[in-house]
């Protein structure tokens, strides 16, 4: 282009309207978990570039529906402990509604070997008993299924001849039983009664509990004792049907067991400090009568911070002062309450750290027992939680 004439260099605005603002994202900060999958938190934010600059604007004014998600997936490893499940069991029932159960262990990823559950306290766990159905009974009165005998029944307000004669047997012992009052916290003291037990918590350091006599198909009591100590059963009188479907469950944080045959004198070890007993029965009078009494746990299964809370309230202040060689535990509260009532939780303040990526460390995670869900509120977040169950755990990390 030598020969012809070079024109001069011109700029020249081709737009004057600034650019519409954009989201932007910054890099994701750590796995809220430490192996499995977690989330990790990235910050979204709307900008717009003004005379070359980048200006934070008002979200309402970035495309509501291009908005990027600010928490993703991610894993950092595989979990070194999974839950394992057996296979469901066959319904409890020949015929109408029953239950299934199946029997879970923590496992090793690792050796494929069980460990003890205390491994695998932070994961979720499925459901362990589920409800079934064998189909409709034949509507002829009397039909049993094959086997099966029916225990003599008499009204709820009179005791069947086995639980007459055990009253005999046992109204020595006269322990009284401490029990909630059903919608308050007062505690009440009552000799040994054939009143209605179901929905009550039993707090004393030992007693009797007679489940025969009652009306409701289900009936559920729970027994509390102070950390460090844990509760074991005795069964001194059954008249379950076990060709009816009755079945008798025992569950706490460690432990699951179901059962109906052979009942009398076996003893039952709750492996720590709660235990809910809850009974099913289709004819009416039919029970179990239980002898529970409490004593040092044999193993330590608590952190020395950890705390257990009874209904009907309380007050939940953390963090606890720990001597310096044990900070970094994860204190934790266990709340039992009644089997009939449920558990509010309601954060009146909460700071945990300012604003930045260290708050993905710092976390309070609330677990409902009876569902293994678990919640987790980070930073300044005021919450109200509701349980479906009468029991729940509280973490609180860093």
């Known amino acids: 282009c030598q020969p012809v004439p070079k024109p001069e260099s011109r700029v020249e605005v081709c737009d004057l309207n600034p650019c519409p603002p954009r989201w932007k994202v910054t890099p994701a900060g750590p796995c809220s978990s430490s192996c499995g999958l977690g ?35 991610c894993v950092i490893r595989t979990c070194s402990y999974e839950w394992s499940f057996s296979e469901w069991s066959e319904c409890s029932t020949s015929c109408g509604n029953g239950i299934q159960t199946r029997q879970d262990s923590c496992l090793s990823s ?64 006269d322990v009284p039983l401490e ?28 007693g009797i509990i007679n489940m025969t006599g009652v009306e409701s198909r289900d009936c559920t009591v729970a027994i509390g004792r102070p950390l460090r100590e844990e509760i074991s059963v005795t069964i001194l009188e059954s008249s379950l049907n076990c060709s009816a479907g009755e079945i008798l469950l025992f569950s706490g944080r460690m432990m699951w067991r179901t059962g109906c045959r052979k009942l009398p004198l076996s003893l039952i070890n709750s492996r720590t400090n709660t235990l809910i007993v809850k009974q099913r029965v289709v004819l009416p009078g039919n029970g179990v009568i239980l002898q529970y009494n409490s004593r040092t746990a044999t193993k330590k299964y608590y952190q020395d911070c950890d705390q257990q809370l009874f209904g009907p309230q309380g007050e939940i202040v953390n963090p606890v002062q720990l001597p310096e ?74």
């Open 179 to 206: 029990q909630t009052k059903p919608g308050g916290g007062e505690e009440i003291t009552a000799k040994r009664s054939f009143l209605c037990v179901c929905g009550n918590l039993f707090l004393n350091a030992t």
């Open 110 to 173: 690792l050796t494929h070997k069980p460990v003890n559950p205390l491994f695998c306290r932070r994961f979720p766990k499925a459901i362990v008993v589920r409800g079934c159905s064998a189909g409709p009974c034949p509507e002829q009165e009397g039909t049993l299924s094959p086997g099966a005998e029916l225990q003599p029944v008499t009204p709820a307000t009179h005791l069947t001849t086995a639980a007459a004669a055990t009253e005999h047997r046992h109204k020595d012992l």
């Open 325 to 398: 060689e044990e900070q970094g535990v994860v204190c934790r509260t266990f709340i039992t309450v009644a089997p009939q009532q449920r558990i509010s939780l309601r954060a009146l303040n909460t700071d945990l750290g300012p604003e930045g990526n260290q708050t993905h460390f710092n976390y309070i995670l609330v677990r409902d027992v009876s569902t293994m869900k678990t919640v987790v509120f980070r930073g300044k977040q005021q919450f109200l939680w509701q349980s479906t169950g009468s029991q729940a755990e509280i973490e609180f990390h860093e």
């Open 39 to 73: 989330l990790a938190v990235q910050l979204v934010t709307c900008v717009q570039i003004l005379h070359g600059q980048e200006v934070l604007q008002e979200e309402h004014l970035c495309p509501v529906a291009e908005k990027p998600l600010t928490s993703v997936p």
